[in-house]
């Protein structure tokens, strides 16, 4: 006779806010621009995976079914991950190379709602899922460069995207912008940011297998470990 399954409402129901936060945040975007080129900025992309896979997930802990794929789910913490890091750090700082608070300050209304949404609650919430109601130790090493394949890959897309856009704009983000600085700087730049990237998968996967247990029994994201019988 199998297990009844262990339903997670709770777990269920934040996961299912983190996935609203990623759709306003992206709808907002949508609204004010031009959908095709809002997909291309790796923050969209990014949002758009959140949002797909904190649904999914958020459906099988409503339904008590088995958690998704920690490969599937550590790759959306990176991506996301690296979009908050990226975003502070890089894009909003003005002592950056590669600023754009400028820019950034003269957003109002509700693209400042979407600019925290996808930059700033959507990092910190997913990685506070993964922290507090996700079962240790499931990240694999080998995991880190599966993981990786996904930033790489949108580099390689915005490079090859850009000679065939008419300027200005052509590049999402400054530090892979050819028109201002040249392929070898831009190169640079992501070999920089791809080893930058590496790292934090390492940190990540040693954080996932090092860290204690917090989930509860009713709110952890695996089924409870088997009873012997008595």
Same mark, same amino acid.
């Given at each position: 006779?199998?297990?009844?399954?262990? !339903?997670?409402?709770?777990?269920?129901?934040?996961?299912?806010?983190?996935?609203?936060?990623?759709?306003?945040?992206?709808?907002?975007?949508?609204?004010?621009?031009?959908?095709?080129?809002?997909?291309?900025?790796?923050?969209?992309?990014?949002?758009?995976?959140?949002?797909?896979?904190?649904?999914?997930?958020?459906?099988?802990?409503?339904?008590?079914?088995?958690?998704?794929?920690? !490969?599937?789910?550590?790759?959306? &913490?990176?991506?996301?991950?690296?979009?908050?890091?990226?975003?502070?750090?890089?894009?909003?700082?003005?002592?950056?190379?590669?600023?754009?608070?400028?820019? &950034?300050?003269? !957003?109002?209304?509700?693209?400042?709602?979407?600019?925290?949404?996808?930059?700033?609650?959507?990092?910190?919430?997913?990685?506070?899922?993964?922290?507090?109601?996700?079962? #240790?130790?499931?990240?694999?090493?080998?995991?880190?460069?599966?993981?990786?394949?996904?930033?790489?890959?949108?580099?390689?897309?915005?490079?090859?995207?850009?000679?065939?856009?008419?300027?200005?704009?052509?590049?999402?983000?400054?530090?892979?912008?050819?028109?201002?600085?040249?392929? #070898?700087?831009?190169?640079?730049?992501?070999?920089?940011?791809?080893?930058?990237?590496?790292?934090?998968?390492?940190?990540?996967?040693?954080?996932?297998?090092?860290? #204690?247990?917090?989930?509860?029994?009713?709110?952890?994201?695996?089924?409870?470990?088997?009873?012997?019988?008595?």
């Amino acid at each position: 006779m199998s297990e009844p399954a262990l !339903r997670r409402p709770y777990v269920a129901l934040c996961r299912a806010l983190i996935a609203a936060a990623a759709v306003t945040g992206i709808t907002i975007e949508c609204v004010h621009s031009d959908p095709l080129r809002v997909f291309t900025f790796f923050t969209i992309l990014t949002n758009a995976a959140i949002a797909i896979t904190f649904a999914w997930s958020a459906h099988r802990a409503w339904t008590g079914r088995p958690p998704l794929s920690p !490969r599937v789910t550590g790759a959306v &913490l990176l991506c996301i991950v690296i979009t908050g890091l990226v975003y502070h750090l890089v894009l909003a700082n003005e002592s950056s190379g590669f600023s754009e608070a400028e820019n &950034l300050a003269q !957003r109002t209304g509700d693209l400042v709602l979407s600019n925290q949404l996808l930059h700033t609650v959507t990092p910190v919430t997913v990685t506070l899922d993964w922290l507090l109601l996700t079962t #240790p130790a499931r990240f694999q090493w080998r995991y880190a460069y599966q993981w990786l394949a996904l930033p790489l890959a949108y580099a390689a897309f915005a490079l090859l995207r850009g000679p065939l856009i008419d300027p200005p704009n052509r590049y999402p983000y400054p530090f892979l912008d050819v028109d201002l600085h040249g392929y #070898p700087a831009v190169l640079r730049n992501a070999v920089v940011l791809a080893l930058a990237f590496s790292a934090l998968a390492l940190l990540l996967i040693t954080l996932d297998r090092t860290r #204690p247990h917090l989930a509860t029994q009713e709110n952890r994201i695996s089924s409870p470990a088997p009873r012997p019988l008595k």
